[in-house]
């Protein structure tokens, strides 16, 4: 059936905003940008079309269809259909020159990001960009992994009410929703001393009362 009730573009508004800013400092050149949730590219179309190289990553099926239609006359953009593990383990070390990565999640992209650092070194300033959608989708019944999140600090402001999460939030569940912002700076903290960077700019939004989050960051060498 068709709704007249109108589309909520609220979400991509947010993450276009969040990025336009930060692309607005100016603090990164813009060689390669790599987007390794590219989806159908709304974002990439939208903002990453004046990098002189633009690597979109999607794996599924319908999803990279529509991204591959939809950059067929960019020479410049090059679109991967495969796994994001499988392209930072195998693709990722021959990329040079990277100035941007987004990671446009629908859960966590922890994961990722670890895999991301675990196989480039931060060479000159990087922006990244993350949806962390770990809370909504443990609420959905997902699995919530803390080692995802490594050591990160656990005392501040309540930012998401756990009773209205259900009845699965657990005590210890319930720490994780009220500290999830510092529990991805805590996250970030800790990637920047492993890896030997540090974070110039970080900036965060919140939305659906704290289920999910949109940040980013300008990141360089140390
Ligand atoms: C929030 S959407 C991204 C939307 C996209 N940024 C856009 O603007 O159109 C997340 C996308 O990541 C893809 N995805 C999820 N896990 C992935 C993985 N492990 N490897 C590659 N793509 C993945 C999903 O299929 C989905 O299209």
């Known amino acids: 059936m068709f709704s007249n009730m109108p589309k909520d573009n609220s979400r991509l508004y947010l993450k276009l905003l969040l990025r336009k800013s930060l692309l607005a400092l100016a603090a990164v050149e813009k060689n390669a940008a790599l987007d390794l949730f590219a989806g159908k590219g709304e974002l990439a179309r939208r903002i990453y079309l004046?990098?002189?190289?633009?690597?979109?990553?999607?794996?599924d099926p319908q999803q990279f269809s529509r991204l591959e239609a939809g950059f067929a006359g960019h020479a410049a953009a090059r679109t991967w259909k495969m796994d994001n593990r499988k392209f930072l383990r195998e693709k990722l070390p021959g990329l040079s020159g990277l100035d941007l990565v987004d990671f446009d999640a629908y859960g966590s992209p922890n994961l990722q990001i670890q895999w991301f650092f675990?196989?480039?070194?931060?060479?000159?300033?990087?922006?990244?960009?993350?949806?962390?959608g770990g809370i909504l989708s443990?609420?959905?019944?997902?699995?919530?992994?803390?080692?995802?999140?490594?050591?990160g600090g656990l005392a501040g402001p309540a930012s998401f009410d756990p009773e209205k999460a259900g009845a699965r939030a657990s005590?210890?569940?319930?720490?994780?929703?009220?500290?999830?912002?510092?529990l991805i700076r805590g996250f970030w903290d800790e990637l920047a001393k492993r890896h030997n960077f540090r974070i110039e700019l970080f900036k965060l939004i919140?939305?659906?009362g704290g289920q999910v989050t949109y940040y980013g960051a300008i990141i360089e060498p140390r």
Not at 138 to 151: N, V, W
């Open 50 to 59: 004046d990098f002189r190289e633009l690597h979109l990553v999607e794996k």
């Open 118 to 132: 675990a196989h480039f070194q931060v060479k000159k300033p990087l922006l990244v960009f993350a949806t962390d």
């Open 138 to 151: 443990q609420i959905r019944g997902g699995g919530f992994a803390p080692d995802l999140y490594l050591a």
């Open 171 to 182: 005590g210890y569940e319930r720490i994780i929703y009220r500290n999830y912002e510092r």
């Open 206 to 208: 919140e939305k659906k």
